[in-house]
């Protein structure tokens, strides 16, 4: 059965419902049974079992017929007004000779005026029928709205899921030109100097090429990944900037299968190396470390280089392009600080369950 057929079935009248008929049975034979109090307590037993044979046999006719008859779908409809009314009245005739038989198997029930009897009953099960079957009415109108709102939701957030990995897509397509055209600046400008570290830097370009190919295929890389690539990027840039790069890594060795989008600490990197180590004469040295704090994986990007001023520094293509898709893969459960005293402090959190 489909979803909407499900939510559909839930606007119609079953056995579910028999819960809200046992109720109306009880109900309606206290009601009568206050009517026909009697001082003997054992003649008022009795009154009150005929009493809710009378009840419970109008209440489980009318429920038979609205099953039949679809009563669910024309109760609300004033059009068809009195033909719910003779519906009801039918129920409370039927009932009534049903109950008849039964009292006078097991109580020796006697009539008098049976019309009046049947006018009763008849009339029990209309002011009854109506009050009950508006009140189960609403509660399938309620259960009714309550799926379709829970059926929009469920495709609201498949929307949403769907939006999130089509710009997380968007970004990775953004990221990875932008990174391999500066990287060929650097080959281009190794070749007539030095033709052998520029065929080395062609290999390591290789290796971060064929990376990125299978980050762009994947949503989250595993940490122990991401910092090879990463160690593979510095490497590069050591060939071209020689002793003025130094650089260090350490993570938790329980981080190792730890998951984080890949190419997400390469920009970063990038940022120190571009705006802050390479423009000092005598270089500088970035240090990246992952470590486990509590339930969260604290990730820092410290580099020695010229810094920035903070009442004039504006986030770049590279670390907006972060921010972002630790939006998206987090909400709002990470952090994202830059610090700038000697040099730039970059500190990540993120949880490490998401």
């Given amino acids: 059965m489909s979803r909407k057929d499900k939510i559909e079935k839930q606007g119609t009248w079953g056995w579910s419902d028999i819960k809200y008929v046992s109720i109306g049975i009880i109900v309606i034979t206290i009601i009568i049974s206050l009517f026909d109090f009697h001082p003997n307590p054992y003649f008022w037993f009795i009154e009150t079992m005929r009493n809710l044979v009378i009840s419970a046999s109008i209440s489980f006719t009318i429920f038979f017929l609205s099953i039949i ?9 004033w059009g068809y007004f009195l033909l719910t009314i003779l519906l009801f009245a039918l129920g409370g005739f039927l009932g009534g000779i049903i109950a008849w038989g039964i009292n006078v198997l097991l109580f020796g029930f006697t009539i008098t005026h049976p019309w009046f009897y049947f006018t009763i009953t008849s009339s029990l099960a209309v002011i009854f029928g109506i009050i009950g079957y508006g009140y189960i ?19 609201e957030q498949k929307l949403i899921i769907l939006k999130t990995k089509a710009e997380l897509e968007a970004l990775r397509a ?9 990287t ?3 080959i281009a400008s190794l070749i007539p100097e030095d033709p052998e570290k520029a065929e080395d830097v062609v290999q390591r370009l290789s290796h971060l090429f064929r990376y990125t190919l299978d980050a762009s295929n994947h949503d989250l890389v595993s940490l122990s990944e991401e910092m090879e690539f990463v160690s593979e ?3 590069v840039e050591k060939v071209r900037l020689v002793e003025r790069l130094n650089y260090s890594l350490e993570f938790d060795d329980e981080l190792a299968d730890y998951n984080i ?10 940022n120190s190396i571009k705006h802050g180590i390479s423009k000092l004469k005598e270089g500088g040295e970035i240090n990246i470390s992952c470590q486990k704090e509590n339930d969260n994986c604290v990730i820092e990007i410290v580099d020695t280089g010229v810094g920035f001023d903070k009442s004039t520094f504006t986030e770049g293509f590279g670390l907006q392009g972060v921010r972002e898709r630790l939006s998206l893969q987090y909400n709002s459960k990470y952090s994202l600080k830059i610090d700038s005293e000697k040099g730039v402090k970059i500190t990540i959190t ?5």
Avoid: D
Avoid at 174 to 182: D, E, L, M, T, Y
């Fill in 69 to 77: 008859f679809q009563m669910n779908k024309i109760i609300l409809k």
């Fill in 233 to 235: 990027y510095l490497e």
């Fill in 350 to 354: 993120i949880p490490l369950t998401n």
């Fill in 137 to 155: 009415s609403i509660q399938h109108k309620f259960r009714k709205t309550a799926a379709k709102l829970a059926e929009k939701e469920i495709v």
């Fill in 184 to 186: 060929l600046n650097s």
């Fill in 261 to 270: 989008p890949g190419m997400l600490l390469q920009p970063l990197v990038e």
């Fill in 174 to 182: 953004k990221v990875n030109p932008h990174f391999f055209f500066n």
